[in-house]
């Protein structure tokens, strides 16, 4: 029986939503927990996973086209089944509407709820999972609860924030009832499909439900060494940050919003807001649940209102230590675990260089003369290095534990610094794009990526990668290589100083790079090579126009 998915609400606030993308095509084969497109919410661009397995035998809202909650999006089936009464609304038989609709709601509940295999839930009892937002998240962080226990839950309230090693997101009930139990306290993270929550009829007697459903689950060796501290009736509470000291007192009237750890409650739109007009997030009074910021308060700030009616800080100097404690977000813990697998298991090695940048300085500024078209140094090297690995594919090489792999194509990854860490968009075929091609593609990577708007697609595939910190100043550095690739170019800033040419002192312009290789599949001369030829591209970049 063919399964009729509608526009989700993905927030709580969500009248309509915009299909960003289609992740899969019409005959596509669909697993459980696919991602079948990225929806454009009032809030945020959000990532939709199926909930049902079959075929996707239709489409009904285009990329950029927008529908209203609860509206046809797509169709998932058996392949060839035929689809015609569910495409005319008219014609199709009510019944058959009323088990799509029950299948589409069984679906997303055996999704949520998990039972214990030991034991059975008392009627009307929902066991709420740590969901998967997207397609690469093993584990979840509580970022906020905007529901307490004792609360009642509608469909479609947001239970609380999530945070992912991507983003954090808002996550909705798609049942309703009373909030009973919650298993984690902000801060804390758990796997996919551990217990988040529970909700079902108030007063219920819920003793046993949670650790029935944690004794159910497979344990890790670590996890068998830990003793379940929480209890149904005693929820623990919530981490404070650690003083070693009393802290100074601020005599301030400047309203501030919840927290928790230092984090500040404001949701993502709000957000996006505030930081378009660059207003500080800790002077906004949030009129939210629980005090979250959200966009009224950011539209309505008036910084005079608020910085006038704080009075200047006084401090008590004490000469005693002070310390805050921030928890990991989800793209720090993921990004400290690759970095130090590549660190530990890649044997590293450098190669410093030094190129003389006064072509490339005379170049990019006759280039930029032209109408329309604006190139950046580092789109000069993008490109430089897109050729020069085609002549030196063991540069452009990747390690796995059976074999090398030899690329043919080169997609260069370009590390983009963004506030919970580093992300690496790919821009792909670079060696065939043009250098204005290459600038575009980076200037719109990099303005999505701040914005955590970037696709899994676009981060993945990298042949190369490419570190540039020499905007800030830094004249030279290492990075770690980006597996399975096997190598890595770190990229300083251009110097002006006194240079040596024709046997004569002059004032010439300088720019360090290094370039990290895994000795595995890069020796030392193969490394020197790659450098040799990217010197000429770089040193004489007309030639990468011939």
């Known amino acids: 029986?063919?399964?009729?998915?509608?526009?989700?609400?993905?927030?709580?606030?969500?009248?309509?939503?915009?299909?960003?993308?289609?992740?899969?095509?019409?005959g596509d084969r669909i697993e459980e927990g696919d991602i079948l497109a990225e929806i454009e919410t009032d809030k945020a661009t959000m990532e939709f996973e199926s909930f049902n397995e079959g075929t996707l035998l239709h489409i009904g809202v285009q990329e950029g086209e927008t529908t209203k909650v609860d509206e046809l999006l797509a169709i998932i089936g058996e392949e060839g089944e035929d689809i015609s009464a569910l495409l005319n609304g008219t014609s199709a038989p009510e019944e058959a509407m009323e088990e799509t609709t029950e299948i589409a709601e069984e679906s997303i509940e055996e999704k949520e709820t998990t039972t214990a295999a030991t034991a059975e839930l008392p009627e009307g009892v929902i066991v709420?999972?740590?969901?998967?937002?997207?397609?690469?998240?093993?584990?979840?962080?509580?970022a906020s609860w905007l529901k307490n226990v004792g609360d009642f839950v509608e469909e479609g309230d947001i239970l609380a924030e999530i945070e992912t090693d991507k983003a954090t997101m808002e996550f909705e009930s798609f049942n309703e009832g009373t909030l009973l139990y919650t298993g984690l306290n902000v801060g804390d993270t758990a796997k996919v499909d551990d217990l988040l929550a529970i909700i079902g009829p108030?007063?219920?007697?819920?003793?046993?439900?949670?650790e029935n459903f944690v004794a159910a689950a497979p344990k890790t060796e670590q996890e068998e060494e830990k003793t379940i501290e929480q209890t149904v009736e005693t929820p623990k509470p919530t981490p404070t940050v650690e003083k070693t000291a009393?802290?100074?007192?601020?005599?301030?009237?400047?309203?501030?919003?919840?927290?928790?750890?230092?984090?500040?409650?404001?949701?993502?739109?709000?957000?996006?807001?505030?930081?378009?007009?660059?207003?500080?997030?800790?002077?906004?009074?949030?009129?939210?649940?629980?005090?979250?910021?959200?966009?009224?308060?950011?539209?309505?700030?008036?910084?005079?209102?608020s910085t006038a009616a704080a009075p200047i800080a006084k401090f008590v100097a004490t000469g005693q230590e002070?310390?805050?404690?921030?928890?990991?977000?989800?793209?720090?813990?993921?990004?400290?675990k690759r970095l130090g697998e590549s660190k530990f298991s890649a044997p590293h090695y450098y190669l410093a260089v030094e190129f003389d940048m006064d072509?490339?300085?005379?170049?990019?500024?006759?280039?930029?003369?032209?109408?329309?078209?604006?190139?950046?140094?580092?789109?000069?090297?993008?490109?430089?290095?897109?050729?020069a690995l085609r002549q030196h594919p063991q540069v452009n090489s990747q390690w796995f534990d059976d074999?090398?792999?030899?690329?043919?194509?080169?997609?260069?990854?370009?590390?983009?610094?963004?506030?919970?860490?580093?992300?690496?968009?790919?821009?792909?075929?670079?060696?065939?794009?043009?250098?204005?091609q290459i600038g575009s593609a980076v200037r719109d990577f990099a303005g999505r990526a701040r914005n955590k708007k970037l696709t899994p697609q676009e981060m993945e595939g990298s042949t190369f990668t490419i570190s540039n910190l020499g905007m800030f100043g830094i004249e030279s550095f290492t990075s770690i290589i980006n597996q399975p690739n096997s190598a890595i170019l770190s990229v300083g800033s251009i110097v002006q100083k006194p240079v040596v040419k024709n046997g004569q002192i002059v004032v010439g312009n300088t720019m360090k790079l290094t370039l990290a290789c895994d000795h595995r599949t890069v020796d030392g001369a193969t490394g020197a090579a790659f450098l040799q030829t990217l010197k000429g591209f770089i040193e004489n970049p007309v030639t990468m126009l011939v």
């Open 1 to 26: 029986m063919a399964i009729v998915v509608n526009m989700p609400r993905l927030s709580d606030t969500m009248e309509e939503g915009t299909v960003a993308s289609w992740l899969k095509n019409v």
């Open 128 to 142: 709420v999972t740590m969901p998967r937002l997207s397609d690469t998240m093993e584990e979840g962080t509580v």
């Open 202 to 210: 108030e007063g219920t007697d819920i003793s046993g439900v949670a």
């Open 246 to 305: 009393e802290t100074p007192k601020i005599e301030t009237t400047v309203p501030v919003p919840t927290t928790n750890n230092g984090k500040i409650y404001i949701s993502p739109l709000a957000r996006k807001i505030a930081e378009e007009k660059n207003i500080p997030l800790h002077q906004i009074q949030g009129s939210g649940e629980n005090g979250r910021i959200i966009k009224r308060d950011v539209e309505f700030y008036t910084p005079s209102a």
């Open 322 to 336: 002070d310390f805050d404690e921030i928890n990991h977000s989800q793209m720090r813990k993921v990004i400290a």
């Open 359 to 387: 072509n490339a300085i005379a170049f990019r500024q006759q280039f930029n003369s032209i109408p329309d078209t604006k190139i950046s140094f580092n789109d000069i090297v993008v490109k430089a290095c897109a050729l």
């Open 403 to 436: 074999r090398m792999k030899l690329n043919n194509h080169v997609h260069i990854g370009v590390a983009v610094a963004v506030e919970d860490g580093l992300v690496v968009p790919v821009v792909k075929f670079a060696n065939e794009q043009t250098l204005p």
